[in-house]
């Protein structure tokens, strides 16, 4: 078993960084792939980054691409996501979630998830 905590999020002016944080519990927290998921009100859950249990794999949503950049130590079990240039379309609760495979991940089949952290983004 596995348990996610998010933190971080917040509100932030447009053009501001911001940057999340997901504890996980347990031993084997190097074991999984992890990812970062949104969903903004009134849509569905997206993908946004993902990393490799080892952190040597990333990949982003085109969305996010060239602004967040996904990362985690595996010392602290933790994954991070860096959040800069933030716009208003970025507000939406932020998702970490763990998965045993990397494309499963991605395409959101994992088998733990966070409850959530709020980011907020004025204009």
């Known amino acids: 078993q596995v348990q996610l905590v998010e933190s971080g999020g917040g509100l932030v002016q447009a053009g501001g960084s911001l940057r999340l944080s997901c504890a996980a519990s347990?031993?084997?927290?190097?074991?999984?792939?992890m990812g970062w998921f949104r969903q903004a009100p009134g849509k569905d859950r997206e993908f946004e980054a993902t990393?490799?249990?080892?952190?040597?794999?990333?990949y982003y949503s085109d969305s996010v691409k060239g602004r967040f950049t996904i990362s985690r130590d595996n010392a602290k079990n933790t994954v991070y996501l860096q959040m800069n240039s933030l716009n208003p379309e970025d507000t939406a609760v932020y998702y970490c979630?763990?998965?045993?495979?990397?494309?499963?991940?991605?395409?959101?089949?994992?088998?733990?998830w966070g409850q959530g952290t709020q980011v907020t983004v004025s204009s």
């Open positions: 979630a763990a998965g045993t495979v990397l494309s499963k991940v991605v395409a959101g089949n994992c088998d733990y």
């Open positions: 990393i490799s249990g080892a952190g040597g794999i990333t």
């Open positions: 347990g031993r084997t927290f190097s074991r999984y792939a």
